[in-house]
């Protein structure tokens, strides 16, 4: 078998043990997403995973893990470097309309990138950091993988979050220290240990919302 059809083996085995219906076209575009991770990164060092079979689990897969709690509307990601988890989830989520951000103009350009190709239409990018964004309709919904302490995440996004948001924090260890150190007002109400085949270590999703008084 060649690496292509094993990759694309690898992850519609994956998938299916997640319990993800894709249609070929979703297949297709995460093929080609992976293909043009593989490629981009030999020249523009957007991630240090550099195995193509581990970038199905560690990247794909674990960005799809949180699915069942992204509700349909936008989402705004933050910090999504290679477009992670941002991408397969407008990937496999018509129904969600995903805002990317980082700071770094190479992973932007990627983005883009990867935008065109794919004709994803529910997907825009911008270069800028978090903290300088002005939006002209406050997000309802972010996330963010390896980007920033729980403090961090919501203090630097708090002017283009909507009253109501809700903040989705991918995280790999418990993070105990950092949720002792949620900025005032603000409560973790709900946590969800993610499942991703292969991958031994146990990852958590962490959502975060303001506590509404009175
Ligand atoms: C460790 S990478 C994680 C990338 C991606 N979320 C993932 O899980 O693979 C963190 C990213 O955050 C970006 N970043 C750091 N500070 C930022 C800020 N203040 N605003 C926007 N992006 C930022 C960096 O450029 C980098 O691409």
């Not at 999504?80 to 989520?93: D, E, N, Q, R």
């Not at 009253?163 to 105990?176: H, N, Q, S, V």
Request: charged share 25%.
């Amino acid at each position: 078998m060649n690496t292509d059809a094993k990759l694309e083996q690898l992850l519609r085995s994956g998938l299916k043990e997640m319990q993800i219906d894709a249609s070929e076209l979703q297949l297709s575009q995460l093929l080609s997403y992976l293909q043009l991770l593989i490629k981009w990164n030999k020249a523009y060092n957007l991630t240090a995973v550099r195995d193509p079979i581990e970038m199905i689990y560690r990247h794909l897969l674990d960005s799809l893990s949180i699915l069942p709690y992204v509700q349909a509307g936008e989402l705004t990601d933050v910090g999504s470097g290679a477009g992670l988890p941002g991408i397969p989830l407008a990937i496999m989520k018509p129904d969600l309309q995903v805002l990317s951000l980082d700071s770094n103009g190479k992973k932007t350009r990627f983005q883009f990138q990867v935008k065109a190709t794919l004709n994803l239409t529910n997907f825009d990018v911008q270069q800028v950091r978090a903290e300088a964004l002005q939006l002209s309709t406050r997000s309802k919904q972010l996330v963010s993988r390896a980007f920033a302490s729980l403090k961090d995440f919501v203090n630097l996004t708090k002017p283009l979050a909507a009253k109501d948001a809700r903040w989705l924090a991918m995280k790999g260890l418990y993070p105990e220290d950092e949720l002792a150190e949620l900025p005032e007002g603000y409560i973790c109400e709900q946590e969800h240990l993610l499942q991703v085949p292969r991958e031994e270590g146990q990852r958590h999703l962490l959502v975060l919302v303001k506590q509404m008084k009175g």
